[in-house]
């Protein structure tokens, strides 16, 4: 079979845009209805999307009074939509700095058993100044430190779900045996940060281990993908940078002694869609209206780990010096770089970076019609930039539906994405290995 794309349904507030949840066209139902995101990833389903994906946020943002987010927790809603959906992939985002391993490795061990094997782990070190007030620190980790106790809590929760054979459970009802001791193994792992017996409370799940995801893009965090990560989403915004990224990490992939094919890269893609350029291009000019450019200079801040930038005019060109040291800053530094890169390109004043992050925060926009969507796609497909997208439709549903209606009939037609699924779980979908259980 040639080689297919994979895409990723990222759900995110009522659409990517910002100003998306004030919409017309965006979904009437409260961002605390589980039926939103069910009838979303059904959706999806129904299209043959690899996955769907939800982050979250460990504090509440200062800009609640003009912003929605997904508020529910992640790993909650993806039990409550595996019920509801029967072959997509479900992608939850967890942290390694304010969770504790066991209960991590139980909780997406369980997810597996409960979907049949259709659960990835989104792997963060968390950054943000708020979330460490509220996991009983006076503030954040350095960007080095939440890395090195990364790459612990990643050994631990290996282990542990590896601490049972794939044989050990035995359900012999007539002998009397459950499972066999001698394939249920202690971890008795004492490090740095944590000191954990094991093993896990539960059977091994039906992957092995839950498909293992990461968005970390600075060199520090694409060593750790390297290691770890089996998919890679990440921010891009032009087919330059994302082809230089490809081929640094598939390069640092082979050097783990991992095959290439078994991490995936996919940027993120947020298009507004048209019947014509100019239509599409209409409704992201209807859309960024609805922007307030004050939420989005403190989102700005937050990026740059709450630098200042209320000194700063909407309407005067912008220089890399109007920003610190993307190697000073602590919070997502990847991200800060995408930023300052755009900067110097583009010549952009504060209001135009404004409002281009507005559209994904960092990662492509476009608008234009599906040909020219599918065009781009397959273009960073073919053209050493991408496995495959991850979709992020600026307004939720009515973009999701456009791009299921138009774009993915195009790329099917081009050969370029399923027309049914031919596995059961994310790893079939994604074209990953399990992971060898314990030895005997």
Same mark, same amino acid.
Not at 427 to 440: E, I, N, S, W
């Given at each position: 079979?040639?080689?297919?794309?994979?895409?990723?349904?990222?759900?995110?507030?009522?659409?990517?845009?910002?100003?998306?949840?004030?919409?017309?066209?965006?979904?009437?139902?409260?961002?605390?209805?589980?039926r939103?995101?069910?009838?979303?990833?059904?959706?999806?389903?129904?299209?043959?999307?690899?996955?769907? +994906?939800?982050?979250?946020?460990?504090?509440?943002?200062?800009?609640?009074?003009?912003?929605?987010?997904?508020?529910?927790?992640? /790993?909650?809603?993806?039990?409550?939509?595996?019920?509801?959906?029967?072959?997509?992939g479900?992608?939850?985002t967890?942290?390694?700095?304010?969770?504790?391993?066991? =209960?991590?490795?139980?909780?997406?061990?369980?997810?597996?058993?409960?979907?049949?094997?259709r659960?990835?782990? =989104? /792997?963060?070190?968390s950054?943000?100044?708020?979330?460490?007030?509220?996991?009983?620190?006076?503030?954040?980790? @350095?960007?080095?430190?939440?890395?090195?106790?990364?790459?612990?809590?990643?050994?631990?929760?290996?282990?542990?779900w590896?601490?049972?054979?794939?044989?050990?459970?035995?359900?012999?009802?007539?002998g009397?045996?459950?499972?066999?001791?001698?394939?249920?193994?202690?971890?008795?792992?004492?490090?740095?940060?944590?000191?954990?017996?094991?093993?896990?409370?539960?059977?091994?799940?039906?992957?092995?281990?839950?498909?293992?995801?990461?968005?970390?893009?600075?060199?520090t965090?694409?060593?750790?993908?390297?290691?770890h990560?089996?998919?890679?989403?990440?921010?891009?915004?032009?087919?330059?940078?994302?082809?230089?990224?490809?081929?640094?990490?598939?390069?640092?992939?082979?050097?783990?002694?991992?095959?290439?094919?078994?991490?995936?890269i996919?940027?993120?893609? @947020?298009?507004?869609?048209?019947?014509t350029?100019?239509?599409?291009?209409?409704?992201?000019?209807?859309?960024?209206?609805?922007a307030?450019?004050e939420?989005?200079?403190?989102?700005? @801040?937050?990026? +740059?780990?709450?630098?200042d930038?209320?000194?700063?005019?909407?309407?005067?060109?912008l220089?890399?010096?109007?920003?610190?040291?993307?190697?000073?800053?602590?919070?997502?530094r990847?991200?800060?770089?995408?930023? /300052?890169?755009?900067?110097?390109?583009?010549?952009?004043?504060?209001?135009?970076?404004l409002?281009?992050?507005?559209?994904?925060?960092?990662?492509?926009?476009?608008?234009?019609?599906p040909?020219?969507?599918?065009?781009?796609?397959?273009?960073?497909?073919?053209g050493?930039?991408?496995?495959?997208? =991850?979709?992020?439709?600026?307004?939720?549903?009515?973009?999701?539906?456009? +791009? /299921?209606?138009?774009?993915?009939?195009?790329?099917?037609?081009?050969?370029?994405?399923?027309?049914?699924?031919?596995?059961?779980?994310l790893?079939?979908?994604?074209?990953?290995?399990?992971?060898?259980?314990?030895?005997?």
């Open positions: 079979m040639n080689r297919q794309l994979h895409l990723n349904l990222f759900i995110h507030s009522r659409g990517h845009h910002e100003a998306s949840w004030r919409h017309p066209a965006a979904s009437p139902l409260p961002l605390t209805d589980i939103y995101y069910q009838d979303l990833a059904q959706r999806a389903e129904a299209a043959h999307f690899d996955s769907i +994906f939800l982050a979250d946020q460990l504090a509440l943002g200062d800009d609640v009074a003009q912003a929605a987010r997904t508020w529910l927790e992640p /790993i909650t809603v993806l039990a409550a939509v595996a019920a509801a959906t029967s072959r997509i479900l992608i939850a967890a942290s390694t700095t304010y969770t504790e391993p066991f =209960n991590l490795a139980r909780q997406f061990a369980s997810l597996d058993h409960i979907s049949n094997g659960v990835g782990w =989104n /792997i963060v070190t950054w943000l100044a708020a979330a460490a007030r509220n996991y009983g620190g006076d503030g954040p980790l @350095s960007h080095a430190e939440r890395y090195v106790r990364g790459e612990e809590f990643m050994s631990v929760v290996k282990a542990l590896d601490s049972w054979g794939d044989d050990a459970v035995v359900d012999d009802r007539a009397g045996v459950y499972a066999r001791e001698d394939r249920i193994r202690p971890i008795d792992h004492r490090g740095d940060y944590y000191q954990i017996a094991g093993p896990l409370n539960l059977p091994r799940c039906p992957q092995g281990r839950p498909v293992l995801v990461q968005a970390g893009s600075s060199d965090g694409r060593r750790f993908a390297a290691r990560a089996e998919a890679v989403f990440t921010a891009h915004m032009e087919k330059a940078t994302a082809q230089a990224f490809y081929a640094d990490l598939k390069q640092l992939v082979e050097a783990e002694g991992r095959p290439r094919d078994q991490a995936l996919l940027p993120g893609l @947020s298009p507004m869609i048209g019947s350029e100019a239509e599409a291009q209409r409704l992201s000019r209807e859309l960024n209206e609805l307030d450019p939420v989005g200079r403190r989102r700005l @801040s937050g990026r +740059f780990g709450g630098y930038f209320s000194h700063l005019p909407l309407d005067r060109p220089s890399p010096s109007d920003f610190p040291d993307p190697e000073k800053v602590e919070a997502a990847s991200r800060t770089e995408v930023i /300052i890169g755009l900067v110097r390109r583009e010549k952009l004043t504060l209001r135009q970076l409002a281009s992050l507005a559209g994904a925060r960092g990662h492509f926009t476009m608008a234009g019609t040909e020219q969507v599918a065009d781009l796609m397959e273009d960073w497909f073919t050493g930039a991408a496995d495959g997208f =991850n979709i992020m439709p600026p307004i939720l549903p009515q973009m999701l539906d456009v +791009f /299921i209606a138009e774009v993915v009939p195009l790329l099917q037609r081009r050969g370029l994405f399923r027309t049914e699924y031919t596995g059961e779980t790893r079939d979908h994604y074209g990953l290995a399990r992971p060898p259980g314990m030895r005997a």
